[in-house]
């Protein structure tokens, strides 16, 4: 089983269309998936678009009260996909962003990486229509702010934030965990992910795709340069993640997506 974990704040102009895509990549790509969507206490119509999407889709919907933030979210789909399945060292679960910027049709080759042999597989992005010179800084530069403090084999790209992992390398992560699992904020929280689970792998592979900013369909969450401050700041908390002995072994590179149509359900 695949689990396509999601989460998800005030995204309805894209949320859709992504479950979609989601669908269309396994239609092709014959395996079983089970898609996972946090909606963080979203206050526009995410929760009622998400409704007929549950009714035609293998789709769970993890809804919070109150705005819990992206590290708690994460936490939140892992653990579930953790506990849905009955076979945590042959599942895995697949991180992707809702704001359509992580494109869907590069599952197949993540998951074919965790097919052989890989633990992890970080995505490493070719940011593709930011719009200011800022963004642009901070998504090419943004992971050297974390040298020294992250290391993961082989990985150049620390903050993508588009992973795959092996159910029973998150679980031990999970377990070893004591009080949160992550504690970072903003950019710093994909960073940590990574950090956390790279300590329980025995080796983590690397797909390259492009990320489409230019589709996402909302104005960016956080200022390049307070998000560049809490980013230095992170790096006490990350340095104190426990290394594990995990090697690289293999780079792949994801072809092109075709441009997104709209779906509608």
């Given at each position: 089983m695949i689990y396509v974990c999601i989460p998800s704040f005030n995204e309805a102009p894209t949320i859709g269309l992504l479950l979609w895509r989601v669908r269309q990549v396994f239609t092709d790509f014959s395996r079983e998936y089970r898609l996972l969507v946090a909606d963080d206490a979203s206050t526009d119509a995410t929760a009622e678009l998400?409704?007929?999407y549950q009714r035609a889709l293998p789709l769970t919907v993890v809804r919070h009260q109150a705005r819990r933030g992206p590290a708690a979210c994460l936490e939140v789909l892992l653990q579930r996909a953790i506990d849905d399945s009955?076979?945590?060292?042959?599942?895995?679960?697949?991180?992707?962003?809702?704001?359509?910027?992580?494109?869907?049709?590069?599952?197949?080759?993540i998951v074919r990486a965790l097919d052989g042999g890989a633990d992890l597989v970080a995505v490493e992005g070719r940011a593709r229509g930011l719009h200011t010179r800022g963004e642009r800084l901070l998504r090419s530069y943004g992971s050297t702010l974390l040298s020294g403090a992250v290391r993961v084999p082989g990985v150049h790209d620390l903050l993508s934030g588009?992973?795959?992992?092996?159910?029973?390398?998150?679980?031990t992560a999970l377990a070893a965990s004591a009080g949160p699992f992550l504690r970072t904020d903003g950019w710093a929280v994909r960073a940590e992910l990574l950090a956390r689970l790279t300590s329980h792998a025995r080796r983590v592979d690397t797909v390259t795709v492009d990320e489409r900013f230019d589709l996402r369909q909302r104005e960016p969450r956080s200022e390049p340069w307070p998000e560049a401050v809490r980013l230095w700041k992170a790096r006490r908390q990350l340095r104190d993640i426990p290394r594990g002995q995990a090697v690289s072994t293999t780079r792949h590179s994801?072809?092109?997506?075709?441009?997104?149509?709209d779906v509608a359900v």
């Open positions: 998400l409704e007929p009955d076979r945590p060292k042959r599942d895995c679960a697949i991180v992707l962003h809702a704001d359509f910027a992580h494109q869907p049709q590069a599952m197949p080759d588009y992973l795959g992992v092996r159910l029973a390398t998150a679980k994801a072809a092109a997506p075709a441009e997104p149509a």
